[in-house]
């Protein structure tokens, strides 16, 4: 098994499944042929998130290759390839933008995003991802940022060509990355000349006026806010959405006011996470985790879904039950803890609420079995989710 098999983007439940009986630790290889170690067990993978001697930085590889590095340098000085301090340094920066009150203000703009979204709709059927899970994501971190309204369409295509790539589209990639940065380049322009109230502005400010952040570390961290702000986000949205739809009787419970939205937005991040695996990490030195060992320089997964789903961890875990104990890593543990986390719960938090109150009668269009995952491992996300109004 690979992390690029068919088999297990068709199937990671099952096949994750044996993996965690086997071992907790798997070696395997990139397309390119290079090794690396996929942890599976839930104990292993949180002590691995945390774990110091496991490096961010890619300049700690063994081997570089095709598979190495896919953002160009101009884009890749970001939080999520960087270890302490500059990675304290930055974080620090970027936190006062995602502090729990800050993200609190935008609730209200995301209640009316909703609502003007889904009183739009006439029925008698929709795409729950395309009406309602995609454009809630791209406006509101659009917003927070500064971002025109003119411009968010592109960037969203842009997203889509990097995050879902067809076989044999490289071009097509490095074309939308080069878009990507001449358009970021001439945001953080317009905002250098004309400063406003929104965290580009902040950022744009504190690299020119107390020299925190370098002209590379400033475009990497916008395209870093952007690029896993939106698409994270879309994925919970739309897994939450259908952890639902899948259990009525739950459903109804949330509707009522019975079952607290939040309770289903856990449990959809433990049984159904949108990103399935932890940032890539590289050995500082020979490692042993779970009686395997990783020589130093190896590339480490942590395959956040399946320690989500470990029988040693969670009882009965294939079953979506709101009411247990939160205790899943979908959004990280130690300093690389996700800091979009209260923004994207309470995206998904208001979505969901707002699309089960304007659709009282809401059910799936087609069969469960039916629907389409994107193809990829870096993700678990649906192409659509058709639903009856």
């Known amino acids: 098994m690979t992390l690029f098999d068919h088999t297990l983007m068709a199937a990671p439940t099952a096949t994750y499944a044996r993996l965690r009986e086997a071992a907790a630790?798997?070696?395997?290889?990139?397309?390119?042929?290079?090794?690396?170690?996929?942890?599976?067990?839930?104990?292993?993978?949180?002590?691995?998130l945390a774990d110091a001697r496991l490096s961010l930085n890619k300049a700690n590889?063994?081997?570089?290759?095709?598979?190495?590095?896919?953002?160009?340098?101009?884009l890749d000085a970001h939080l999520l390839n960087m270890d302490p301090p500059d990675h304290t340094r930055l974080r620090r920066l970027v936190g006062t933008g995602f502090t729990p009150r800050r993200i609190a203000t935008l609730r209200d703009r995301i209640q009316v995003m909703a609502n003007d979204l889904l009183a739009a709709e006439a029925g008698p059927y929709m795409d729950v991802m395309q009406v309602l899970a995609t454009p809630i994501p791209m406006g509101v971190i659009c917003e927070l940022l500064g971002i025109p309204e003119s411009d968010r369409q592109d960037f969203s295509a842009w997203t889509d060509t990097l995050l879902s790539p067809s076989p044999h589209s490289a071009g097509d990639s490095r074309t939308a990355m080069r878009q990507m940065h001449e358009f970021l380049s001439e945001v953080i322009e317009v905002k250098r000349a004309h400063p406003a109230d929104d965290?580009?502005?902040?950022?744009?400010?504190?690299?020119?006026?107390?020299?925190?952040?370098?002209?590379?570390e400033l475009l990497s961290l916008t395209f870093l806010i952007l690029f896993a702000g939106y698409d994270n986000a879309v994925h919970l949205i739309g897994n939450a959405a259908l952890g639902l739809l899948l259990h009525p009787h739950l459903m109804g419970q949330v509707r009522q006011r019975a079952l607290p939205i939040r309770a289903v937005i856990e449990e959809t991040l433990r049984w159904n996470p949108p990103f399935p695996l932890g940032v890539r990490r590289f050995a500082l030195e020979d490692i042993t985790i779970g009686g395997t060992v990783i020589p130093a320089g190896g590339r480490v997964w942590i395959s956040i879904a399946s320690a989500n789903r470990d029988e040693r961890q969670f009882s009965s875990p294939g079953i979506f039950a709101p009411d247990r104990p939160t205790a899943h890593l979908a959004f990280g543990h130690g300093i690389h803890y996700c800091l979009g986390a209260p923004l994207a719960r309470l995206e998904a938090e208001i979505a969901i609420h707002s699309l089960l109150d304007h659709f009282p009668a809401l059910q799936l269009a087609v069969p469960a079995d039916d629907l389409l995952w994107l193809p990829t491992f870096h993700k678990r996300g649906l192409r659509n989710l058709p639903v009856c109004m």
């Open 61 to 74: 590889a063994r081997i570089s290759g095709a598979y190495q590095s896919s953002m160009p340098p101009e």
């Open 25 to 48: 630790v798997h070696r395997t290889s990139t397309p390119d042929g290079q090794p690396l170690w996929v942890i599976t067990r839930y104990s292993e993978a949180r002590a691995a």
């Open 199 to 216: 965290l580009l502005s902040a950022l744009t400010q504190a690299r020119d006026e107390r020299e925190r952040l370098n002209e590379q």
